[in-house]
């Protein structure tokens, strides 16, 4: 039975499985690599000084990024008031209201804006918030930022908001609630840990995004003094000191990596918890 | 939730008169429909804004320059002269090697996970992967810089040109002077960041073949590869092509990585190991100082073409993952 035919088959068969195997362990474990390598600097570089004092001058060691650990807070609460109740009340239309033809040119529209690269994005804001008035401020970095979490929201609302089950809709409407105090009372609700993931996830993403924010958050190396002025941000840091020559700048970069890096993982681990946790019916 | 319900139904029945009309539009249904419209309509308002925005304000640069903006090989900020064809070049370049790179090594593992893999192991490392998806881009460039740089400086680089580097043909690409930055080094930090994203789609349109797909070929007599390659894939094929579109468009749009370790040099070189520059970083890089009217607009035409060319391939990649997912994508 063991033709060369037949063994040169069984041959490539374990040689193609195993090779499918290699590379899915090495790509996993080069993933992993880097980014263990990423905690073991960013640890060691990590220290009280670097969430609590500012930027220090060129050439003195030590300082911190406080400024731009509330300067990325400051930019996500103006991404999160821009963009959510926007990608929110789109997310209802297209789940709840919206007919075929136009809910699907709104979907398709949102998922070809979830993909335009951020920098374009940023040039955009640019021309609408910065352009106008000649200057950086926080306000365009927030215009940027909402912009990019709007996409994200739409979706995941509209998919949660179908995922909840007909019955609830009927059983409201049973009752003699309008089909808006329905979604508003009785829908809605029922996928509030869903859509809360969603927009979750939404500004984790943003959280790191470091192009759509050069021109026009800019950077500051001191606190940033009302809504107006240019604002410090995490990872605008981590690129202007990861490219500068001083050793000391990147320890500081490794240290903000690290901290950048955990806030976006918590985010989305907590984001996955509270939808494991408040599963819909 | 039930109280809520209840007390709409004891209401009074509707009124006539201009009072009713203002009631029921603030309590009713189409004040709803109108006001989520109104923000639906919006994302579509918004799109068309950027593509506006993007447009007018490159208006300079195009009414100057025209087609040849596309094929001009200079980029001259100090006298006013620009052609966008050294990033275009940039650009193509290393979203092709970050390809080259990561469809095999992407598609091997997303057909280890869904085809291998017990469902737990595939369950968790997707769920690795998936996070892994969600790493800033300015991280992976911090690593770059830091790790893959110098790998390339120091080891990699000269392996290439000692021993690729005396092939007739493709030799050419991997001569010269070897920095650590350049081509190459960008298309690696890229092809590290696009995996995550075949892979994930990849295997989830590997799962959604059916099984008896599998078992006939089984049934036949083919191994498990032969299975693998010639039936499952093939079905898949739709779908893989999506994920890989996908990859492509982020490989295209990606910025801070690929700015932070392509040497920063609006020349087309012909060997990988040179600096370069695609049009996302040339954007980043130089918008800040970009001083006259005439250089800002031709950045800001950059990313006009930047956006169109993303625009399209994810309207395509969209297309292709649907037809794969409404079981289209199975040849006939």
């Given at each position: 039975m063991s033709s060369p035919r037949l063994m040169w088959r069984k041959s490539l068969n374990h040689v193609m499985l195993s090779l499918t195997g290699v590379a899915a362990f090495g790509v996993v474990?080069?993933?992993?690599?880097?980014?263990?390598?990423?905690?073991?600097?960013?640890?060691?570089?990590?220290?009280?000084?670097?969430?609590?004092?500012?930027?220090?001058?060129?050439?003195?060691?030590?300082?911190?990024?406080?400024?731009?650990?509330?300067?990325?807070?400051?930019?996500?609460?103006?991404?999160?008031?821009?963009?959510?109740?926007?990608?929110?009340?789109?997310?209802?239309?297209?789940?709840?209201?919206?007919?075929?033809?136009?809910?699907?040119?709104?979907?398709?529209?949102?998922?070809?804006?979830?993909?335009?690269?951020?920098?374009?994005?940023?040039?955009?804001?640019?021309?609408?918030?910065?352009?106008?008035?000649?200057?950086?401020?926080?306000?365009?970095?927030?215009?940027?930022?909402?912009?990019?979490?709007?996409?994200?929201?739409?979706?995941?609302?509209?998919?949660?908001?179908?995922?909840?089950?007909?019955?609830?809709?009927?059983?409201?409407?049973?009752?003699?609630?309008?089909?808006?105090?329905?979604?508003?009372?009785?829908?809605?609700?029922?996928?509030?840990?869903?859509?809360?993931?969603?927009?979750?996830?939404?500004?984790?993403?943003?959280?790191?995004?470091?192009?759509?924010?050069?021109?026009?958050?800019?950077?500051?190396?001191?606190?940033?003094?009302?809504?107006?002025?240019?604002?410090?941000?995490?990872?605008?840091?981590?690129?202007?000191?990861?490219?500068?020559?001083?050793?000391?700048?990147?320890?500081?970069?490794?240290?903000?990596?690290?901290?950048?890096?955990?806030?976006?993982?918590?985010?989305?681990?907590g984001a996955r918890y509270i939808l494991a946790r408040t599963k819909v019916v | 939730m039930s109280a809520a319900a209840t007390t709409i139904a004891h209401e009074a029945p509707p009124q006539s008169g201009p009072r009713a009309f203002i009631r029921r539009l603030t309590r009713g249904d189409e004040l709803a429909h109108l006001i989520t419209l109104v923000f639906a309509a919006g994302i579509l308002l918004l799109t068309s804004m950027i593509v506006y925005e993007l447009w007018i304000n490159s208006h300079l640069s195009r009414t100057k320059f025209g087609w040849d903006f596309f094929w001009t090989r200079i980029w001259d900020p100090n006298f006013d002269n620009f052609g966008a064809a050294p990033f275009i070049y940039g650009t193509l370049v290393t979203s092709a090697v970050a390809l080259i790179i990561a469809v095999p090594l992407g598609l091997a593992s997303a057909i280890f996970l869904s085809e291998l893999a017990p469902r737990k192991i595939s369950d968790g490392v997707s769920f690795l992967i998936d996070l892994l998806a969600a790493v800033p881009s300015v991280i992976y460039g911090l690593l770059g810089i830091f790790i893959v740089v110098p790998l390339m400086r120091t080891t990699l680089g000269p392996m290439l040109i000692h021993s690729v580097g005396n092939v007739p043909y493709i030799g050419a690409l991997f001569r010269g002077p070897n920095y650590g930055v350049g081509f190459l080094t960008a298309g690696i930090v890229l092809a590290i960041m696009v995996v995550p994203y075949i892979i994930s789609v990849s295997r989830e349109v590997l799962l959604t073949v059916p099984r008896e797909q599998r078992e006939a070929a089984l049934a036949m007599g083919a191994t498990r590869w032969e299975s693998t390659w010639q039936v499952v894939v093939p079905w898949a094929r739709t779908g893989i092509m999506g994920s890989i579109f996908l990859a492509l468009a982020r490989a295209l749009g990606e910025t801070m990585a690929v700015t932070m370790v392509i040497g920063n040099a609006a020349r087309i070189n012909p060997s990988l190991l040179g600096p370069g520059d695609t049009i996302a970083s040339t954007i980043a890089n130089q918008f800040t100082e970009a001083t006259g009217d005439l250089y800002l607009s031709a950045l800001i035409e950059l990313g006009l073409v930047l956006f169109l060319i993303t625009f399209i391939l994810n309207g395509l990649a969209r297309i292709l993952i649907v037809l794969t997912e409404r079981g289209g994508g199975h040849p006939s």
């Amino acid at each position: 039975m063991s033709s060369p035919r037949l063994m040169w088959r069984k041959s490539l068969n374990h040689v193609m499985l195993s090779l499918t195997g290699v590379a899915a362990f090495g790509v996993v474990s080069i993933l992993f690599l880097i980014l263990g390598y990423l905690m073991w600097n960013g640890g060691a570089s990590l220290s009280w000084s670097f969430f609590t004092q500012l930027p220090k001058p060129v050439g003195e060691v030590g300082g911190g990024m406080a400024n731009a650990i509330v300067g990325s807070l400051k930019l996500l609460l103006l991404a999160a008031v821009m963009g959510l109740p926007v990608g929110l009340l789109a997310g209802v239309y297209l789940a709840e209201f919206g007919g075929n033809t136009f809910s699907f040119i709104i979907r398709y529209t949102a998922d070809l804006l979830n993909g335009v690269p951020s920098i374009v994005i940023g040039i955009f804001a640019y021309s609408i918030a910065v352009l106008p008035v000649k200057h950086f401020s926080t306000l365009a970095g927030g215009v940027a930022l909402g912009i990019m979490v709007i996409p994200i929201t739409v979706r995941s609302t509209e998919e949660f908001l179908r995922a909840v089950p007909g019955s609830l809709r009927e059983a409201a409407m049973a009752l003699g609630a309008s089909k808006w105090k329905t979604i508003a009372t009785v829908v809605l609700p029922a996928a509030s840990g869903g859509i809360l993931t969603g927009m979750l996830l939404a500004l984790a993403r943003v959280a790191g995004e470091t192009a759509p924010l050069l021109f026009t958050a800019f950077s500051n190396r001191f606190w940033s003094q009302g809504w107006g002025q240019p604002i410090a941000s995490l990872p605008v840091m981590i690129y202007t000191y990861a490219i500068a020559p001083y050793d000391d700048w990147h320890r500081q970069a490794w240290a903000a990596g690290l901290v950048l890096l955990g806030l976006v993982l918590l985010s989305n681990l907590g984001a996955r918890y509270i939808l494991a946790r408040t599963k819909v019916v | 939730m039930s109280a809520a319900a209840t007390t709409i139904a004891h209401e009074a029945p509707p009124q006539s008169g201009p009072r009713a009309f203002i009631r029921r539009l603030t309590r009713g249904d189409e004040l709803a429909h109108l006001i989520t419209l109104v923000f639906a309509a919006g994302i579509l308002l918004l799109t068309s804004m950027i593509v506006y925005e993007l447009w007018i304000n490159s208006h300079l640069s195009r009414t100057k320059f025209g087609w040849d903006f596309f094929w001009t090989r200079i980029w001259d900020p100090n006298f006013d002269n620009f052609g966008a064809a050294p990033f275009i070049y940039g650009t193509l370049v290393t979203s092709a090697v970050a390809l080259i790179i990561a469809v095999p090594l992407g598609l091997a593992s997303a057909i280890f996970l869904s085809e291998l893999a017990p469902r737990k192991i595939s369950d968790g490392v997707s769920f690795l992967i998936d996070l892994l998806a969600a790493v800033p881009s300015v991280i992976y460039g911090l690593l770059g810089i830091f790790i893959v740089v110098p790998l390339m400086r120091t080891t990699l680089g000269p392996m290439l040109i000692h021993s690729v580097g005396n092939v007739p043909y493709i030799g050419a690409l991997f001569r010269g002077p070897n920095y650590g930055v350049g081509f190459l080094t960008a298309g690696i930090v890229l092809a590290i960041m696009v995996v995550p994203y075949i892979i994930s789609v990849s295997r989830e349109v590997l799962l959604t073949v059916p099984r008896e797909q599998r078992e006939a070929a089984l049934a036949m007599g083919a191994t498990r590869w032969e299975s693998t390659w010639q039936v499952v894939v093939p079905w898949a094929r739709t779908g893989i092509m999506g994920s890989i579109f996908l990859a492509l468009a982020r490989a295209l749009g990606e910025t801070m990585a690929v700015t932070m370790v392509i040497g920063n040099a609006a020349r087309i070189n012909p060997s990988l190991l040179g600096p370069g520059d695609t049009i996302a970083s040339t954007i980043a890089n130089q918008f800040t100082e970009a001083t006259g009217d005439l250089y800002l607009s031709a950045l800001i035409e950059l990313g006009l073409v930047l956006f169109l060319i993303t625009f399209i391939l994810n309207g395509l990649a969209r297309i292709l993952i649907v037809l794969t997912e409404r079981g289209g994508g199975h040849p006939s």
